[in-house]
């Protein structure tokens, strides 16, 4: 789960907390769809921040794992490791290194799809 | 080289890289009683290059703002005279880092660019664990390396042997430069600090954001650039030189009390804002 700032929402992501105006009232509900139209409505009501569902930061997400051939996975991950001094029982270190491995991941994913693109227009 | 030999540089005040002038000036003017929005935006304005950039990093994602901001006026009534000169001061750093011949092996412009982005990383940080002085704390972050700046350009021959037994060796820069030099950038950093007048929190923030040393007192302002500064090494945002990313200490995360699980969103806004900022900085 993100606590994520308004400006930074974008279309289709989910609640995952009720959102309420300054009165009280509640606005939204937890699983409603954010839509171009109700992140204007937020804004307009003062609201800066709201809780949209998320992932955890250290897991690679199951689409890129399908996509890459699990040595190529273990070879990023084994860079990224030589790119951090060791560390250990250190949570934040831990979470960020999980993030770098994850984005990284992600990066050669999009760009296997990329390379699968070109090859079958070709 | 020793202390002293250090602390005769930095008196050296005809060859010293000096603040610039429009911050300088803008920094005396907010401490005289009767400033006005007029006159901080003559100063500004005095600057075309500098008024162009302050007008587009308002109106970017950096603040978000709802309207478009048309003058530096309005800019300044919105953000807060504090808020325009940390702007003015991102955008003229560049110019002040690139203004002295350093040391080859030193990358200058990637070396801003690491500045920038430990301090927009700070002031991310720092607005998550609601901090008081978020503006305070992105000079912080954007002058936290600024040691580097003077062994860059002094010590050009020893700083580059530093800048060799970081890359070859894989050893942190401070460790290095104690060895090769004596001492490190955070102490050389903050006797230039001190000769540029900059406020105490300032000057804690650049000499203690290694925090090496386990007795200095961790603030929650020294917390946000120490783990600032780690967030843009791990996500290659510039590079200050270093060729790992440190270890960061334990108690820094602890004192900001922020939840683990929002450090994804903050390294994606960090990247966002970092992206943003830096385009029109250097245009």
Redesign the interface.
């Known amino acids: ?5 308004l ?2 929402v974008e279309d289709g992501m989910v609640l995952l907390s009720e959102v309420s105006n300054k009165h009280g009232n509640v606005m939204l509900k937890p699983g409603d769809k954010l839509t171009d139209k109700t992140i204007m409505l937020l ?1 307009s009501w003062g609201i800066t921040e709201v809780d949209i569902e ?1 992932n ?2 250290d897991v690679v997400e199951g689409k890129d794992k399908d996509i890459l051939n699990p040595d190529i996975i273990a070879s990023i991950e084994k860079e990224v490791k ?6 250990t ?5 831990e ?3 999980g ?2 491995k994850k984005s990284k991941v992600k990066c050669a994913a999009e760009a296997t799809i990329g390379n699968s693109d070109e090859t079958e227009s070709n | 080289m020793k202390p002293n030999q250090i602390d005769r540089i930095i008196r050296r005040v005809d060859r010293l890289p000096t603040l610039p002038i429009i911050y300088t000036k803008l920094t005396r003017l907010l401490q005289a009683p009767n400033t006005t929005v007029q006159t901080v935006g003559n100063i500004i304005a005095e600057d075309q290059a500098i008024a162009v950039k302050v007008l587009r990093l308002v109106n970017s994602a950096f603040y978000g703002l709802p309207h478009k901001i048309g003058s530096l006026k309005h800019a300044i009534v919105l953000l807060g005279l504090n808020q325009v000169k940390n702007l003015v001061l991102a955008t003229s750093t560049l110019q002040m880092f690139q203004e002295f011949k350093s040391a080859e092996a030193f990358d200058m412009k990637k070396f801003w660019e690491h500045s920038v982005g430990c301090a927009i990383a700070a002031k991310v940080l720092a607005e998550t664990a609601h901090l008081g002085s978020p503006d305070d704390i992105f000079s912080g972050g954007l002058l936290h390396d600024v040691g580097k700046l003077i062994h860059a350009i002094y010590l050009d021959e020893a700083f580059t042997a530093v800048i060799a037994d970081v890359q070859e060796n894989e050893v942190p820069m401070i460790e290095s430069e104690k060895k090769i030099l004596g001492y490190d950038h955070s102490y050389t950093g903050r006797e230039l600090a001190a000769r540029w007048s900059l406020s105490q929190g300032t000057i804690e923030m650049i000499a203690h954001h290694h925090l090496s040393d386990s007795s200095a007192r961790i603030t929650k302002e020294i917390a946000a650039v120490h783990i600032g500064d780690i967030i843009c090494i791990a996500l290659g945002l510039g590079s200050g030189g270093e060729k790992k990313v440190p270890v960061a200490n334990t108690k820094a995360w602890d004192i900001l009390d922020i939840d683990l699980s929002r450090l994804d969103y903050i390294v994606t806004r960090i990247e966002k804002l970092f992206r943003e900022s830096v385009s029109i900085l250097e245009s």
């Open positions: 789960m993100s606590r994520i700032n400006n930074d804004k998320g955890d930061g030589e790119q951090f001094f060791d560390f029982d250190n949570p934040f270190m979470r960020l290194y993030i770098v």
